[in-house]
């Protein structure tokens, strides 16, 4: 399995499309049991002035904006971007109806394309742990900010979807998985602060809290699958995961997957 930072594997791969993502935001929807919207949770903890021009790397299928259309100030200047045309193309599609303009653009965080202090507000959504150079893209973030701007980042913690990776340690062996803990982000709730204290003041973290009991195996082994290669040695993993699930399910009712998410908020 590449890793997360590979850029040619996630844009021919893994975000090709919004499909893979939209599998495991599938999973969370279904069977979380904090029943408070993460992008309305995100989009509370803005903190950015009524008329402004605001940025956000990495956007996906736009999620965030199309949760939050009734809440955005007709101030915002809002640019969306992304490294995958087939992201961009869905995040477009998911804000063809609405009333606030938006501007989509392709960016590589590690190369904004904007002059410096161009922006009150940088968006960084479960994103930086994909960046191949993160120093880089934290340098371009801080150029494009301007003085007292906010810059806003998502990601997950250690402890995040922890069961998974437990189940792929002793069903998978020495075979290589997707979910292995050698693959594991390199962006987190635990270590995101001393990263971004190095360009950025008032850094600040927030957790969402949050877990899965999940009652279905087909969800989750769809989240398992989205991750995946799909070499033959990882559907034999996945053939035993998902007997292993299907049993504890059928056994106790509902299986508990740790869920370890949050945003920093931090000051340019």
Known sequence: MPELNDSAYLLSKQYRDASNL?????????????TYDWFHWVFDHFD?????????????????WRKNLHRIPDGWDITLS???????????????????PFLFLRIDAQDIPFPDTSFDAV?????LYHVPNRELALSEIRRTLKLGGRFY??????????ELRQWVARFAGDKKHPLRGGNSPTFTLENG???LSNWFEDVQVFSYEDGLVVTETEPLMAYIRSMS???????????EISAFVDNEITTR????ITKSSGLFSARN
Do not use: W
């Open 22 to 34: 939209n599998a495991r935001i599938a999973l969370h929807k279904q069977f979380s049991t904090n």
């Open 48 to 64: 950015i002035p009524l008329v402004v021009r605001v940025l956000e790397l990495g956007c996906g299928p736009a999620n965030l």
């Open 82 to 100: 992304d490294m995958s045309p087939g992201m961009m193309e869905k995040a477009q599609a998911n804000l063809t109806d609405s009333v606030h």
């Open 123 to 127: 968006i960084a959504n479960h994103m």
């Open 153 to 162: 980042a998502t990601t997950v913690g250690d402890g995040h979807m922890a």
């Open 193 to 195: 602060a001393e990263q």
């Open 229 to 239: 290669s799909q070499s033959e040695l990882e559907e034999e993993s996945n053939a």
């Open 253 to 256: 009712g509902s299986i508990y």
